[in-house]
């Protein structure tokens, strides 16, 4: 058990839309990062948030944005909506020291764009 | 940028017999590389890291091997348990959690 939720498991939505994806990370982790992962292929790293401002952003538009309140939730947007969006999209939390680098996944949102 | 990838898409083993799993990184700048497990419907699971100034690291059941050289990850699993089929990923990190994923190997293990 990881203690990283999040919400909703499973949407649809059209093509155009926005959606909101949401995360709750484990107790005590400050930093989180949020992970797209097409089927059949490795996560790849949208962005992560350490203490509410954006710490780092992988190859993803900016119609892709976040952001982290202060107990460390986090919420992932996505505008305008393609059909290459579909993915299951995976928030990652950790505690933010260079002590520990693991990083405890949740279980992820499965997005499909029709 | 960094790449990371793996040699074999599907590893089918016996149970009971040991598992090797290989993956490849471009970018020696990694200070830090991770193997995660990933069952269906889940999301990726730790199983061990390495930083970059080691060689081996063991954990239970699991050995992980950094040849830096040739730029070569290696997880063994011993004796393979049912429970370990899944697909792996390895995984590396050179600018602080920002982890660059390979494509996953999925171990099959028959009983």
């Known amino acids: 058990e990881t203690g990283v939720t999040q919400s909703p498991t499973h949407l649809i939505k059209t093509r155009g839309q926005q959606v909101t994806l949401r995360c709750s990370s484990q107790?005590?982790?400050?930093?989180v990062s949020w992970y797209q992962q097409a089927l059949g292929q490795g996560p790849q790293f949208i962005f992560q948030?350490?203490?509410?401002?954006?710490?780092g952003r992988g190859n993803f538009p900016p119609r892709f944005s976040g952001l982290q309140f202060p107990n460390y939730s986090s919420e992932l947007n996505v505008n305008a909506l393609e059909l290459d969006d579909s993915a299951l999209y995976l928030c990652a939390s950790s505690p933010g020291t260079s002590e520990s680098y693991e990083q405890y996944f949740g279980p992820g949102t499965r997005l499909t764009v029709t | 940028g960094e790449s990371v990838g793996l040699h074999l898409p599907t590893l089918s083993v016996q149970e009971g017999d040991n598992s090797i799993i290989n993956c490849a990184y471009s970018?020696?700048?990694?200070?830090?590389f991770i193997w995660y497990k990933q069952e269906s419907g889940k999301g990726p699971q730790f199983i061990i890291d390495i930083r970059s100034n080691m060689d081996k690291r063991q954990g239970q059941r699991v050995t992980v091997l950094l040849n830096k050289t040739v730029k070569h990850l290696s997880l063994q699993i011993a004796a393979t348990q049912p429970g370990d089929s899944a697909v792996y990923f390895c995984a590396g990190d050179n600018a602080g959690n920002m982890l660059t994923f390979g494509g996953g190997t999925r171990l099959m293990v028959k009983p």
């Open positions: 948030y350490y203490r509410e401002e954006e710490n």
């Open positions: 970018n020696s700048a990694s200070d830090y």
């Open positions: 107790s005590g982790h400050n930093t």
